[in-house]
């Protein structure tokens, strides 16, 4: 019997230290696990950040392809406005350069102000372009084209007075 009691405890023995050591192979697959979860935490993290940044750079893209739209649109303007100036240079005296400037300069004051500030450039680039130098009058309505102006009302039929006349009514006939 007391083999037997020894085997067993032999036995039990070797059973202790057989779950033990499972028991520590399981804490290290534990450990491992562990480990890989936040790697794959960390890489999700990582892949998000990654999409915002692919759609900063797409937005930053398309910014830049308008800037060059832009810009090609402006180089095309300057090289016409460069072959207008040339023309006109080639083609008139300084007398007739300035009446043309004044007509167009006159006829742009009707227009929106966008389109005044665009002629103002214009009207001087190719002034200077062409050596012409603008009388007083003319530069100073140049200067003045890009000024804001109070929106013209009109007279209807009904009486209503016309801001332009500054008369507050209109007198029927």
């Not at 230290?17 to 804490?27: D, V």
């Not at 739209?69 to 006109?88: G, I, N, P, W």
Request: net charge negative; hydrophobic share 40%; aromatic share 2%.
């Amino acid at each position: 019997m007391n083999e037997k009691m020894n085997d067993f405890a032999e036995w039990l023995h070797d059973a202790k230290h057989a779950l033990e050591r499972e028991r520590e192979e399981m804490e290290e697959k534990a450990e491992q696990i562990s480990y890989r979860l936040n790697a794959l935490e960390v890489t999700s993290e990582l892949l998000a950040e990654l999409e915002t940044l692919k759609e900063d750079n797409e937005k930053l893209r398309s910014l830049l392809q308008e800037e060059k739209d832009t810009r090609a649109k402006l180089e095309m303007q300057m090289k016409e406005m460069s072959k207008l100036s040339a023309s006109v240079a080639g083609k008139a005296s300084q007398e007739e350069v300035l009446k043309a400037l004044r007509v167009f300069v006159n006829k742009s004051k009707r227009k929106k102000l966008d389109k005044r500030i665009a002629v103002k450039e214009m009207v001087l680039e190719m002034a200077i372009a062409n050596g012409v130098t603008l009388p007083e009058d003319l530069a100073a309505t140049i200067e003045c084209l890009d000024d804001e102006q109070p929106e013209a009302r009109v007279v209807n039929v009904a009486g209503n007075y016309n801001d332009i006349h500054d008369n507050g009514s209109v007198n029927k006939i």
